[in-house]
């Protein structure tokens, strides 16, 4: 069974313990402003183009079949319309500017990979991590994939957003050993303005995982302006509290990169802020969450 992937990461430290494998996926049903993996949303493979490698040497432009591209003497133009995403181009770059997000791999070639941390797995209590883009947007692969790893005796995680029949989370739930579970926003109606969705599905979702005994770990992006208030801060702390199986919370502090990305793809995310968060600022959200539970509270 084959799976859209778009990166495989090894030595990560921040998906999940020990050191981890994360395996991305793409398709995604929300469109955070903040997006940091905004390559994911699309379930298509996509064209990404690093313009600070681009020496307009004009390879491109022969190789495609559609004429995507177009050069002027200080400026390439894709059509991102017209793109097939053949990877033509890809090949013919002589400075490795044009990549393409998104191979189809099978089952056992992405656990080549994983296996390859095996050991560092062992000492460091780590294993593989699913992520994306929702990984439940290519629910089978993901079931084989959680399945086969399984088999093989690594732990597991999966990072979700949450948006997904609950059907689906019960037919994985043995061999997940964390879920990392996103919560963006605590209010309905602005969850809905900064991600597309409302969060009654993915608040029922979580009690629900919570409910069959499965470990989670609550994921936090705290974005300064959009969901930084200390009334959303709170919502987390009492959210945790209400949890029987939760193991910690991370708060994912927002940072550019995401805006940046969004670029190479020819897309403008709407959250555009280039600014890093602070560590002050990190830390103050920690000690605000921290001091209003007994879960640990961590920078994701
Ligand atoms: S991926 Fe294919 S269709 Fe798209 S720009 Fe490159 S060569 Fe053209
Ligand atoms: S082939 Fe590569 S370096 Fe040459 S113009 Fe195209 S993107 Fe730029
Ligand atoms: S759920 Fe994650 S991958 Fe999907 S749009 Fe939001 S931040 Fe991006």
Same mark, same amino acid.
């Given at each position: ?56 040497? %004009?390879?491109?432009? $022969? ?52 296996? $390859? ?9 780590? %294993?593989?991590?699913?992520?994306? %883009?929702?990984?439940?947007? &290519? ?34 739930? /043995? ?17 809905? $303005? ?6 009654? &599905? ?22 300064? +302006?959009?969901? /930084? ?11 945790? +509290? ?15 990169? %995401? ?38 509270? $961590?920078?994701?």
């Amino acid at each position: 069974m084959k799976g859209l992937i778009f990166a495989i990461e090894r030595c990560s430290l921040h998906d999940g313990p020990g050191l981890r494998t994360t395996v991305f996926l793409k398709g995604c049903p929300l469109h955070c402003h903040w997006c940091h993996n905004p390559e994911s949303q699309s379930s298509y493979p996509e064209l990404y183009f690093l313009h600070e490698k681009c020496t307009l040497c %004009g390879a491109c432009v $022969k190789a495609c079949p559609k004429k995507c591209h177009s050069l002027s003497v200080s400026n390439h133009d894709i059509n991102r319309v017209l793109c097939a995403a053949c990877g033509c181009c890809v090949s013919a770059c002589p400075n490795s500017a044009l990549e393409l997000k998104g191979n189809q791999m099978d089952v056992w070639e992405v656990l080549e990979e994983v296996e $390859k941390d095996r050991d560092f797995y062992v000492e460091s209590g780590g %294993g593989m991590t699913i992520s994306g %883009g929702e990984p439940m947007m &290519q629910y089978e692969f993901t079931a084989e994939l959680l399945a086969q790893s399984k088999k093989r005796g690594l732990h597991n995680c999966i990072e979700t957003s949450g948006f997904a029949p609950m059907e689906r989370y019960l037919k994985i739930r /043995d061999d997940v050993d964390i879920f990392l579970y996103d919560i963006k926003e605590s209010d309905p109606k602005r969850h809905l $303005k900064y991600t597309g969705v409302d969060n009654r &599905q993915i608040m029922e979702n979580l009690f629900e995982i919570d409910k069959m005994g499965s470990k989670s770990i609550l994921r936090c992006p705290i974005i300064p +302006g959009l969901n /930084d208030r200390e009334s959303h801060l709170e919502e987390i702390a009492k959210l945790a +509290g209400k949890l029987k199986n939760i193991v910690e919370i991370n708060v994912m502090p927002y940072h550019p990169m %995401g805006k940046a990305k969004s670029g190479r793809i020819g897309k403008k995310q709407p959250h555009e802020s280039n600014d890093f968060t602070e560590n002050e600022k990190v830390e103050k959200w920690i000690g605000f969450i921290g001091v209003r539970t007994t879960v640990p509270v $961590k920078k994701g």
